[in-house]
C-alpha cells in the first residue's frame, strides 16, 4: 500500500480529486481538467501563432505514433533536444495537449520533440509500452541523423511510467546512446500498477488490456536494472507535486529511493504549491518554478 491510510484507491489513483483550486465550482476536479486542456491547448496554438516558432511533423510509426519537432530561428544546428512523453493514463490526450514546455525550452535553445502514442484501448498497454520501446529507438536514430549530441526527456504522469522503459530497454540502449542522454525527468508518475490495475475508474471495462501477471511485469517498480554502468553520465529526477495524492507522491519517493538504491544518479524533490495539472500548464511560462527547474538541469 502506497498509503495506508486510505480507504478509497479510486481516490488516490484520480489526480483531480487532489487539486486545491476550482474550489468555487460544483465539481473541482472536473474543472481542472477542463480548464487543463482548454489552457494547453491554447499554448500549442500560441506556439507558431504568436511566437514565431517553427514545427516538423514527423512519424515513427502507424496510427497515432507522431512526432512534432520545435525550433526557432536561432535554434542552433547541434542545439540539445528535449523530448516530453504526456500522460493520461495511456487513454487520453495527445500532443495538442502537450506542448506547454516547449516556448520557454526554445527561447534557450533547445529542439524540443513532442510525442504521441497509439492509446488504450486501440492497444494494450503492453503493446504501447513495446511501441514505446521502438520510440525511443526511433528518436536516438534521428539524434544521429541530425547530429544531436545531448537529449533530455520528460514525462509526466502515465508518460513517466512510459519513460521509465528507456532504463529496462535492452534492445533500444546502448553505450553510445545512453552517454547522450543528460537527463531524466520523471514527473508525477506511477511506477506501479498493481493498485491501479483493477480500479474501474482507472482502467474501465480493462481497456488497459491488464492481468494481474502484466500489471506487474510492466511494473518500472517490480524490474531488475542490469544496464546501470551505462546510465552513468545521466542525472535522473523524480518529481512529485505537493497537491499530489499522498499515493502519487509515495510511489514517486520509492521509485526514486529504488533508483538511487540500485545505482542511479537519481534524485527525489516535491514541488511545492503545484497540483498534477499546473506542474505541466506552468512550463509555457518562462518565470514559473516548473521552467526555473527544468532549464537549469542543463546547469547542474
Ligand atoms: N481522469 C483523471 C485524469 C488523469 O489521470 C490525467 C489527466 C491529465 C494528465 C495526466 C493524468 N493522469 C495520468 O496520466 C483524473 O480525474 O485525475
Given at each position: 500500500?502506497?498509503?495506508?491510510?486510505s480507504?478509497?484507491l479510486?481516490?488516490?489513483?484520480?489526480?483531480?480529486?487532489?487539486?486545491?483550486?476550482f474550489?468555487?465550482?460544483p465539481?473541482?476536479?472536473?474543472?481542472?481538467?477542463?480548464?487543463?486542456?482548454?489552457?494547453?491547448?491554447?499554448?500549442?496554438?500560441?506556439?507558431?501563432?504568436?511566437?514565431?516558432?517553427?514545427?516538423?511533423?514527423?512519424?515513427?510509426?502507424?496510427?497515432?505514433?507522431?512526432?512534432?519537432?520545435?525550433?526557432?530561428?536561432?535554434?542552433?544546428?547541434?542545439a540539445?533536444?528535449?523530448?516530453?512523453?504526456?500522460g493520461?493514463?495511456?487513454?487520453?490526450?495527445?500532443?495538442?495537449?502537450?506542448?506547454?514546455?516547449?516556448?520557454?525550452?526554445?527561447r534557450?535553445?533547445?529542439?524540443?520533440?513532442?510525442?504521441?502514442y497509439?492509446?488504450?484501448?486501440?492497444v494494450?498497454?503492453?503493446k504501447?509500452?513495446?511501441?514505446?520501446?521502438?520510440?525511443?529507438?526511433?528518436?536516438?536514430?534521428?539524434?544521429?541523423?541530425?547530429?544531436?549530441?545531448?537529449?533530455?526527456?520528460?514525462?509526466?504522469?502515465?508518460?513517466?511510467?512510459?519513460?521509465?522503459?528507456?532504463?529496462?530497454?535492452?534492445?533500444?540502449m546502448?553505450?553510445?546512446?545512453?552517454?547522450?542522454?543528460?537527463?531524466?525527468v520523471?514527473?508525477?508518475?506511477?511506477?506501479?500498477?498493481?493498485?491501479?490495475?483493477?480500479?474501474?475508474?482507472?482502467?474501465?471495462?480493462?481497456?488497459?488490456?491488464?492481468?494481474?501477471?502484466?500489471?506487474?511485469?510492466?511494473?518500472?517498480?517490480?524490474?531488475?536494472?542490469?544496464?546501470?554502468?551505462?546510465?552513468?553520465?545521466?542525472?535522473?529526477?523524480?518529481?512529485?507535486?505537493?497537491?499530489?495524492?499522498?499515493?502519487?507522491?509515495?510511489?514517486?519517493?520509492?521509485?526514486?529511493?529504488?533508483?538511487?538504491?540500485?545505482?542511479?544518479?537519481?534524485?527525489?524533490k516535491?514541488?511545492?504549491?503545484?497540483d498534477?495539472?499546473?506542474?505541466?500548464e506552468?512550463?509555457?511560462?518562462?518565470?514559473?518554478?516548473?521552467?526555473?527547474?527544468?532549464r537549469n538541469?542543463?546547469?547542474?
Open positions: 500500500m502506497y498509503n495506508p491510510k480507504k478509497d479510486d481516490r488516490e489513483y484520480f489526480p483531480s480529486y487532489h487539486t486545491t483550486r474550489q468555487d465550482q465539481e473541482p476536479n472536473m474543472a481542472v481538467q477542463e480548464h487543463f486542456i482548454r489552457l494547453t491547448q491554447q499554448h500549442e496554438r500560441d506556439l507558431t501563432e504568436k511566437q514565431g516558432i517553427s514545427v516538423d511533423h514527423l512519424r515513427y510509426g502507424g496510427g497515432r505514433r507522431l512526432v512534432d519537432v520545435f525550433y526557432n530561428e536561432s535554434t542552433p544546428d547541434h540539445p533536444l528535449f523530448v516530453f512523453v504526456h493520461g493514463y495511456w487513454q487520453m490526450l495527445d500532443k495538442s495537449s502537450s506542448c506547454s514546455l516547449v516556448g520557454p525550452l526554445v534557450r535553445g533547445y529542439r524540443v520533440a513532442v510525442m504521441d497509439n492509446l488504450c484501448p486501440d494494450t498497454l503492453e504501447l509500452m513495446k511501441e514505446f520501446s521502438g520510440f525511443i529507438s526511433w528518436i536516438f536514430d534521428y539524434a544521429e541523423l541530425t547530429n544531436v549530441l545531448e537529449v533530455t526527456f520528460a514525462g509526466h504522469s502515465a508518460g513517466a511510467h512510459l519513460l521509465a522503459q528507456i532504463l529496462h530497454s535492452q534492445e533500444a546502448s553505450p553510445q546512446r545512453s552517454k547522450k542522454v543528460w537527463a531524466l520523471f514527473l508525477c508518475g506511477v511506477y506501479d500498477l498493481r493498485e491501479l490495475y483493477n480500479l474501474e475508474s482507472v482502467n474501465p471495462k480493462n481497456i488497459l488490456g491488464l492481468s494481474q501477471q502484466s500489471a506487474e511485469t510492466l511494473s518500472p517498480m517490480l524490474w531488475e536494472y542490469t544496464d546501470v554502468a551505462i546510465w552513468s553520465s545521466t542525472k535522473l529526477y523524480v518529481v512529485a507535486a505537493e497537491h499530489d495524492s499522498t499515493t502519487f507522491i509515495e510511489q514517486s519517493r520509492r521509485f526514486a529511493e529504488l533508483l538511487k538504491k540500485t545505482g542511479f544518479r537519481a534524485s527525489f516535491v514541488f511545492s504549491k503545484y498534477h495539472f499546473d506542474i505541466i506552468e512550463t509555457a511560462i518562462d518565470e514559473s518554478e516548473v521552467s526555473k527547474f527544468l538541469i542543463r546547469m547542474d
